[in-house]
């Protein structure tokens, strides 16, 4: 790992006026890659992409002002403009000029430290300790193992975005090196992620909603819910107005606070465990080979940042310091997930839930506020995780009245959110869906791409140990991503046959 990365590519210790393309950007000859223009990319699907993960990124911050300003303002045409369509980003070029891009560049190291571990520190720390029940103390390993490699692709995206001027997103670095279909994969995948983890968002709204109020039904006529999907279609009506909205600045700002959240819901475990004294008399598992798959995308799962890093790298002063914040975040945020997974399975044994929240008593006040953070903190992230997916959409659609855009913005928010609940209840499975998710998706997103682009956009500058590397990296990945994934697809197939795959509404 050393020896793949040189001096020139890691610049921890770059001096800070160096030029931002300097520590990478050239060979030894000073040439610069040109395969690819950025102008290539002003008419490339999805054009909407930067200014939704620019939205996106911001509510990975404990302040406002942590990364640049949404430059998208809003999702649906004002009211008062006749001309302008439902995507107005249509008209405009995706990359700005110069002289935005530098403003754009405000974050200071200890900021863009916090914005990197919001990223990285989301739901997945409640499956900590599910994990090590599925694979053992010794698949915790598998953890450390994925920090180091997404530490190193994360060197290997910004490596990419410095071989060309203009490259700001993680499509622009596939189309740079694959051209359009790279760029539409890329995308895609992206999308795909996005979409599914509101899925997960709707799950556990039911999970931690039914754990508190189990008793919780609504019989109309000859329709029965119980409390799981009593809440589950609560927390869908709860949502579905806030994706509608044009400005979701209010809700970004809400959701500015991951990092206060993740952090109330690790101490109340804590507070469970060492001062109310639950748990500490489980039986626990040393290593568990048929159910270690689950484990791998699990633990994956948890390292899903990749597809903000380049939001935050652009938006850094100083950009040479980037390694330096990777370092610093995935440091943190690996302790935190260790921490937790330790005490966790030490608490819980195999008892371990998917969402470490369904174990602890409910009757203790730190439960209470872990479960209520728990539940709070997605009802304000789940419009701007769906924005994305929901504009990549309307991109597609033809131009048409300001009327009919607003109609069919609201139509295809709808479908979004309606079928993220239907697949909610069709695969309530929260930990064995966050185990598909990790296996699959952020496997390509993570380990995959970013190999992939870096061998392709910088081919035949790199030595054979850095070539070696991205290809031991490439491999890793998709073992992981082939065991895990049909491990989780097996497990889920598994209980839907088990629970005869109904929605359990009773006429």
């Not at 409640?126 to 053992?136: C, F």
């Not at 400005?247 to 001062?275: E, K, N, P, R």
């Not at 798959?293 to 002063?317: K, N």
């Amino acid at each position: 790992m050393e020896n793949s990365m040189s001096e020139q590519s890691l610049c921890i210790d770059c001096e800070e006026e160096e030029d931002e393309y300097g520590c990478y950007l050239s060979d030894e000859n000073g040439e610069k890659e040109s395969k690819m223009q950025p102008s290539s990319t002003s008419n490339a699907w999805p054009q909407t992409y930067r200014e939704c993960i620019d939205v996106y990124s911001s509510l990975h911050s404990p302040s406002v002002d942590f990364v640049q300003k949404p430059s998208l303002g809003s999702f649906l045409p004002p009211q008062d403009d006749e001309e302008k369509q439902i995507l107005p980003t249509l008209h405009k070029p995706l990359l700005p000029p110069q002289e935005d891009e530098e403003k754009q560049r405000q974050s200071s190291f200890a900021q863009t430290v916090l914005n990197g571990i919001n990223v990285l520190c989301g739901v997945g720390i409640l499956s900590t300790p599910y994990a090590v029940r599925q694979g053992g103390w010794v698949g915790l390993s598998v953890l450390f193992f994925y920090a180091v490699l997404s530490f190193y692709t994360g060197i290997l995206l910004r490596r990419c975005l410095d071989s060309q001027p203009g490259l700001q997103t993680y499509p622009d670095i596939g189309h740079a090196a694959f051209g359009s279909i790279g760029r539409a994969v890329i995308s895609v995948t992206l999308c795909v992620e996005l979409y599914v983890s509101c899925i997960e968002y709707i799950i556990l709204e039911a999970d931690n909603l039914s754990s508190l109020f189990p008793n919780a039904h609504l019989s109309l006529g000859g329709l029965h819910l119980d409390a799981h999907h009593l809440f589950a279609l609560i927390a869908t009506l709860a949502v579905l107005p806030t994706t509608w909205l044009r400005d979701l600045s209010v809700l970004s700002y809400l959701s500015a606070g991951g990092v206060i959240a993740s952090l109330t819901v690790v101490a109340s475990l804590y507070w469970v465990g060492l001062v109310n004294h639950v748990g500490f008399e489980s039986k626990e598992t040393t290593l568990n080979l048929s159910t270690l798959p689950v484990a791998v995308g699990l633990y994956g799962y948890c390292y899903s940042g990749h597809a903000v890093f380049p939001s935050i790298y652009t938006s850094m002063q100083k950009r040479n310091q980037f390694p330096a914040v990777l370092l610093t975040s995935f440091g943190i945020v690996t302790l935190m997930y260790g921490g937790v997974a330790v005490m966790g399975y030490k608490m819980f044994g195999d008892c371990a839930e998917s969402q470490f929240t369904l174990n602890m008593p409910k009757e203790l006040v730190a439960s209470k506020i872990a479960v209520w953070t728990t539940v709070v903190n997605p009802l304000t992230k789940y419009a701007l995780v769906m924005a994305p997916v929901a504009l990549s959409l309307e991109e597609m659609l033809p131009s048409s009245g300001k009327v009919k855009s607003r109609v069919y913005s609201i139509l295809i928010r709808t479908a979004l959110v309606i079928s993220s609940l239907v697949f909610g209840l069709l695969i309530p499975f929260f930990g064995l869906v966050m185990a598909f998710i990790g296996s699959f998706l952020t496997m390509l997103v993570m380990l995959i791409f970013p190999c992939a682009c870096y061998l392709s956009i910088l081919r035949g500058k790199l030595s054979y140990i850095q070539g070696g590397a991205c290809v031991l990296v490439m491999v890793a990945g998709v073992v992981s991503s082939a065991f895990g994934t049909y491990s989780a697809i097996s497990q889920i197939a598994q209980n839907l046959s088990g629970n005869g795959f109904k929605l359990e509404f009773y006429f």
